[in-house]
């Protein structure tokens, strides 16, 4: 099947929790969403953690640059943040891994989301949001092996304007609309900017959406919601502005929702089954062109017993890599803080402890594949099956 390798993705707010001048610290003062506390203890144990992650195979790793540490106020950086997150940077390399860098996964800093009114501030979008991808660029450039601008975009911008469980907790489709729109634009602003130094991946969520079964008023709201999360991305780099843009298109998986007649939305009787997810990607493959194309997952919702967890992450990266991806992204690799979970969110192949879960062994089996080009796993270690500890 051709060349395979697996990588991992990093969310600051989970590794170290939120920072104290994000927008969701805010939203945590407000009760909203759980204390983070240090997350999952990352900024001390992160030498140990990196080595560990490399030990299961993992060829790419992306860290994310959160904006709100290395800007607390807009007045001036902090020096500390950006020695610490080099030093992660030339600690991924040193390990053999890729260095990608992630611009904004979730987070923003709260004098640019509130005080400046964000990504949907022309001004903000077009002026300030350029300003810190060339000082990103600039600052980080020479240690990166890849660029993520913006992780899941338009979710991120329906969950925070048109459910209001993230910030800034609207609930109106205008808005979710106006925002979609705003952070795409912003995606293709910092593709522009960063292209040439290193490849820049658009990454985008791959989720199927049904009407609620047996409810006619319950298939307008799934086919805006569906139009709104991934129709105007997937025009976006086919036919729009965007279709020249991008070196990789990254697409997580996330479970099938359902919408009800009144629009609300929740996880269904699909639950985390991978037939939904498999069936999400393979419409979105289709679009991506001659761009490598990337599938990201987690463990999020999948029992931990057994081989359910083994089991979940071979269904998804094998049947991925049927449909065209060349690499699989174990999102969230380590368990940590959630913003919806707290700490009871277990999405990782390894836990809080650092101890490591069956699927561990399935992740280093997929990357030994990929380290022999064989694009199987080797007949002493099925995938699926753990190594020895």
């Not at 003062?29 to 953690?49: N, P």
């Not at 022309?122 to 020479?142: K, N, Q, Y």
Request: aromatic share 8%; hydrophobic share 40%; with cysteine.
């Amino acid at each position: 099947m051709g060349e395979w390798f697996t990588g991992a993705a990093l969310t600051a707010s989970e590794m170290e929790g939120v920072g104290p001048t994000a927008d969701w610290s805010h939203w945590i003062q407000r009760g909203k969403a759980t204390d983070s506390s240090d997350g999952s203890g990352f900024t001390s144990t992160w030498k140990e953690d990196l080595a560990q992650l490399a030990g299961l195979g993992i060829s790419e790793l992306m860290i994310t640059m959160e904006w709100a540490r290395l800007w607390p106020t807009q007045a001036e950086p902090s020096h500390k943040e950006i020695e610490f997150r080099r030093d992660l940077l030339l600690e991924v390399a040193a390990l053999g891994m890729t260095p990608w860098v992630c611009l904004v996964d979730g987070s923003l800093p709260g004098w640019f989301a509130d005080d400046e009114r964000g990504f949907n501030d022309e001004r903000s979008r077009r002026l300030l949001w350029p300003r810190h991808v060339d000082w990103i660029g600039e600052t980080f450039g020479d240690l990166v092996g890849g660029w993520v601008p913006l992780r899941e975009p338009t979710q991120w911008a329906i969950w925070g304007n048109l459910l209001g469980v993230t910030p800034p907790g609207r609930q109106r489709p205008r808005d979710a609309l106006k925002a979609t729109m705003a952070m795409l634009e912003a995606d293709l602003i910092a593709w522009n900017l960063l292209k040439g130094s290193a490849p820049v991946a658009t990454y985008h969520t791959a989720r199927a959406v049904y009407p609620e079964a047996d409810n006619v008023k319950a298939r307008p709201h799934s086919e805006w919601l569906d139009e709104t999360l991934t129709d105007l991305w997937m025009h976006q780099i086919s036919e729009g502005d965007g279709r020249q843009a991008f070196d990789r298109v990254i697409l997580q998986l996330r479970p099938a929702i359902e919408v009800d007649g009144q629009g609300a939305w929740s996880v269904g009787a699909r639950g985390n089954a991978p037939e939904p997810q498999l069936e999400a990607f393979a419409r979105l493959a289709d679009i991506v062109g001659d761009r490598s194309l990337v599938a990201a997952g987690d463990l999020a919702g999948v029992p931990d017993d057994g081989q359910h967890q083994p089991d979940h992450i071979d269904a998804l990266a094998l049947g991925v890599r049927s449909l065209g991806a060349t690499g699989w992204w174990q999102t969230s690799p380590i368990d940590g803080w959630h913003w919806l979970g707290g700490f009871g969110a277990t999405p990782g192949v390894v836990d809080r402890d650092r101890n490591e879960r069956e699927a561990a062994g399935t992740l280093r089996s997929l990357g030994a594949a990929g380290a022999k080009g064989s694009g199987e796993a080797s007949d002493e270690e099925p995938t699926g099956q753990s190594r020895p500890r």
